[in-house]
């Protein structure tokens, strides 16, 4: 069974970094390219940032870049997300996703909370 | 970035209607779209991939159609469970952008 579990989220002031992680199980993690997708309170889905199988391509939104870093470790079937210089419009449920034809597998989400 | 818009933001509906929601990208994704159903509290579900393939296990009750830049997500007799929100997403290109959610009430 294929289960994708984050962890790491929080309560962190403005200006604040966070890391955020993702276990992956149940499929071969190093197939697959991996993303993180984040849903602001009320709103909607926001991609954030994709990674290749073996990291060679990365990408992210327009309103992360340079604060956020994707990254992953496929000897230990992990994804992480490191947040830095954190902003109130960052507080948001972080998924970790598998993309296929969409998005086939999600995680149950990580909440961040920027705030002072 | 690839535009997705929803229409409509909020449908109200009883058990057993027919629902439609209309998707349209702002340039042609050929007929890369898939479609999600989210609930309150929980991670979105894939239901549609390919613009009008059901995903595994999905009921049959759900339909996708469209290509270019014109795409319908149809349920043919909503269900109690069916009430939910809906997110059209493309992956044309390598920066997936979704629509902004169809929230279906009931009525």
């Known amino acids: 069974e294929v289960q994708l579990v984050e962890s790491g989220g929080g309560l962190v002031k403005p200006g604040g970094s966070l890391r955020l992680s993702c276990a992956a199980s149940g499929f071969t993690f190093s197939s697959y390219s991996m993303n993180w997708v984040r849903q602001a309170p009320g709103k909607g889905l926001e991609w954030v940032s994709s990674i290749s199988s073996s990291s060679s391509y990365i990408y992210y939104a327009d309103s992360v870049k340079g604060r956020f870093t994707i990254s992953r470790d496929n000897a230990k079937n992990s994804l992480y997300l490191q947040m830095n210089s954190l902003r109130a419009e960052d507080t948001a449920v972080y998924y970790c996703?598998?993309?296929?034809?969409?998005?086939?597998?999600w995680g149950q989400g990580t909440l961040v909370t920027v705030s002072s | 970035d690839i535009q997705m818009t929803q229409s409509p933001s909020t449908l109200s509906a009883s058990v057993g209607d027919r629902v439609t929601i209309t998707c349209r990208a702002s340039q042609s994704i050929s007929s890369w779209l898939a479609w999600y159903q989210q609930k309150p509290g929980k991670a979105p579900k894939l239901l549609i991939y390919?613009?009008?393939s059901l995903e595994s296990g999905v009921p049959s009750r759900f339909s996708g159609s469209g290509s270019g830049t014109e795409f319908t997500l149809t349920i043919s007799s909503l269900q109690p469970d069916d009430f939910a929100t809906y997110y059209c997403q493309q992956y044309n290109s390598y920066r997936w952008t979704f629509g902004q959610g169809t929230k279906v009430e009931i009525k």
């Open positions: 996703a598998r993309p296929r034809d969409g998005y086939d597998y």
């Open positions: 390919k613009a009008s």
